[in-house]
């Protein structure tokens, strides 16, 4: 039965509630300069966005993204926004333009990326108080914003 919860996962992107793993853990460099870990973050239940300023979808969602972080950051959310670009000024420019407030982690070298197994633009992952990987979205499209909204819900129920 595990490993039918492991394929389901692997091949689209979603988990049984049942099911979770051990969040891989990482020390990325923020957009205030910061070092910031995510097994840090435990108690939390935390967003990771992993985005590049070249993916349109990435563009699209972003604003989306802000405001569940200001909805849910007062009931024990976190989200963090992972930018996978080698060179973070593209990145930088446009979070200038677009001015979100939420962490802007750089990925430079690709360690959280490959941790993750990330193969979209954008994935999305969601990650339970207890630092395990609940559920992993590849991809946007327009609507999924309902979706992280019920994922949130769910895990800061719990």
Known sequence: ???????????????????AEKAPDFTLKSDNGDNVRLEEQRGKVVMINFWASWC????????????????????????????VEQNPE???????????TFPILFDPESTASRAYQVSAMPTTVMVDRDGNVRYVNRGYKDGDEAKYRDQIRELIRE
Do not use: I, W
């Open 56 to 83: 349109a979808p990435c563009r699209k969602e972003m604003p989306l993204l802000e405001e569940l972080h200001d909805r849910y950051e007062q009931a024990g959310f976190t989200l963090f926004g992972v930018n």
């Open 1 to 19: 039965m595990r490993l039918t919860h492991y394929l389901l996962f692997a091949l689209f992107g979603f988990a049984a509630s049942a099911y």
């Open 90 to 100: 593209a990145a930088q420019k446009f979070l200038d333009d677009v001015g979100v």
